[in-house]
């Protein structure tokens, strides 16, 4: 019993070391990167709407996006790791953010929101973390308004030592990519889930998708 709880002790210090270790990384290497200033870009005047980040990780996006819009954004940031939620809201206080910001722990294959809840949502750099995103754009889709929209941001698989040059010197992602999806295996996914209306841009290794649910 007292070595079953001593694991559970360390299981948990370790966990809660690495999401520390995650947030400082995110922090260090997000700030000058593309995708960064893209999605800042696209959330810079939403105004007085809501927003879903599905995975969102330490919160520093939606940190960003919710001072740049303030009182009138409604955030909801939704991740399955505990002590990833639990810096993120304790960075949110850090930024005297402590209204209209939300971080809950949950399953992005199965989110725990009404239908129609949001008017936006956004997945930044968590796509292939999820091992059915057709069934995570399904349950965005459902938890979208008639015309909400939804963006997704990530970089795509590397082949080469160029691409994972660039991956980090201009991206200042300090991943090597290999688990990250093509082009055409997130479109797959989108063609198979209910949105009909979507668009794809890249930025060399970085993929921006803009997906709009029908209206009605």
Avoid at 16 to 30: D, F, G, H, R, V
Avoid at 204 to 213: A, G, P
Wanted: charged share 25%; proline share 2%; glycine share 8%.
């Amino acid at each position: 019993m007292r070595l079953k709880l001593l694991r559970i002790i360390e299981e948990k210090i370790y966990y809660e070391y690495l999401a520390w270790l995650y947030q400082l990384i995110i922090k260090k290497c997000a700030a000058p990167c593309v995708g960064r200033r893209i999605l800042l870009s696209d959330f810079s005047s939403v105004g007085e709407k809501s927003v879903l980040d599905v995975g969102s990780g330490g919160g520093i996006f939606l940190i960003d996006m919710k001072k740049m819009n303030g009182e009138g954004l409604f955030a909801v940031g939704l991740d399955i790791s505990s002590p990833l939620l639990k810096l993120s809201r304790r960075e949110a206080l850090k930024n005297n953010i402590n209204k209209g910001i939300h971080f809950i722990g949950g399953d992005a294959h199965s989110l725990p929101f009404a239908d129609q809840s949001f008017d936006l949502a956004v997945i930044n750099g968590a796509l292939h973390h999820f091992d059915r995103p057709t069934v995570v754009f399904n349950e965005i889709h459902r938890i979208l308004k008639s015309s909400g929209k939804a963006y997704i941001y990530e970089h795509m698989r590397v082949k080469n030592i160029a691409d994972l040059k660039d991956l980090f010197l201009r991206h200042r992602i300090p991943g090597i990519g290999l688990t990250a999806l093509t082009v055409n295996e997130i479109e797959n996914s989108i063609k198979s889930s209910q949105f009909s209306e979507y668009s794809i841009s890249r930025d060399n290794l970085l993929v921006r998708i803009q997906m709009q649910k029908s209206f009605g």
